[in-house]
């Protein structure tokens, strides 16, 4: 496994994240070294869901959306489920993080329903991405080039389907975490 000691990543969630999609790339990389830092609308505990049915397993964040500070991360994970990016789209300071990392050429891994903040932020415009089949339209409306694929790696943007694609997914952010460390060291 890489050591990914120095990487930094931000995760954006709320009530209603799809559990599976937040706590195992979460643990991917706590497991390659990384510090991972969750952020929400407030501190207090967030509630994931077990494909939109069931409750989910909780998290309590660790800093509110409006103390995070974009230049102290490398990587920004954005988990889907129905609510959570419904939720997190409505809240200007999420839309503005997303604005953010993509204006700075970070990286940004969106799975499931989470590509909605994507469009939100209006970042999508020609890029080529992957999603939830009912978030596909507003992809494309967008203007992004939709395709259906496990993974899909637009140069500092990844985008995968669903749960079952999360080892992928995973695989992707890390990677893309190893090219940009060792990038910063060559400089």
């Known amino acids: 496994m890489a050591d990914l000691g120095d990487a930094r990543v931000l995760i954006l969630a709320a009530d209603g994240?799809?559990?599976?999609?937040?706590f195992d790339?979460?643990?991917?990389?706590?497991?390659?070294?990384a510090t991972v830092?969750?952020?929400?609308?407030?501190?207090?505990?967030i509630q994931g869901v077990v494909h939109d049915?069931?409750?989910?397993?909780t998290i309590t964040p660790d800093l509110a959306l409006g103390d995070v500070d974009v230049d102290a991360y490398d990587a920004l994970l954005l988990?889907?489920?129905v609510a959570n990016p419904d939720k997190m789209r409505m809240q200007e300071r999420a839309v503005e993080i997303v604005g953010e990392f993509m204006d700075d050429g970070k990286i940004v891994a969106a799975i499931c329903h989470?590509?909605?903040?994507?469009?939100?932020?209006?970042?999508?415009?020609?890029?080529?991405v992957t999603s939830w089949p009912s978030v596909r339209t507003d992809l494309e409306n967008a203007g992004a080039e939709v395709v259906d694929e496990q993974v899909v790696v637009d140069d500092n943007l990844i985008?995968?389907?669903k749960p079952d694609d999360i080892p992928a997914f995973?695989?992707?952010?890390?990677?893309?975490?190893?090219s940009d460390l060792g990038d910063d060291d060559e400089d």
């Not at 994240?17 to 937040?22: D, G, H, K, Y």
């Not at 790339?25 to 070294?33: E, H, M, T, V, Y």
């Open 79 to 81: 988990p889907g489920g």
């Open 114 to 128: 989470a590509p909605w903040l994507l469009v939100e932020a209006d970042v999508v415009d020609g890029r080529r």
């Open 53 to 57: 049915s069931e409750k989910g397993r």
């Open 17 to 22: 994240f799809e559990e599976s999609e937040l």
């Open 170 to 178: 995973s695989r992707a952010l890390i990677e893309a975490l190893e």
């Open 37 to 45: 830092t969750l952020a929400s609308i407030k501190t207090d505990p």
């Open 159 to 161: 985008t995968s389907r």
């Open 25 to 33: 790339p979460r643990q991917a990389l706590i497991d390659a070294g």
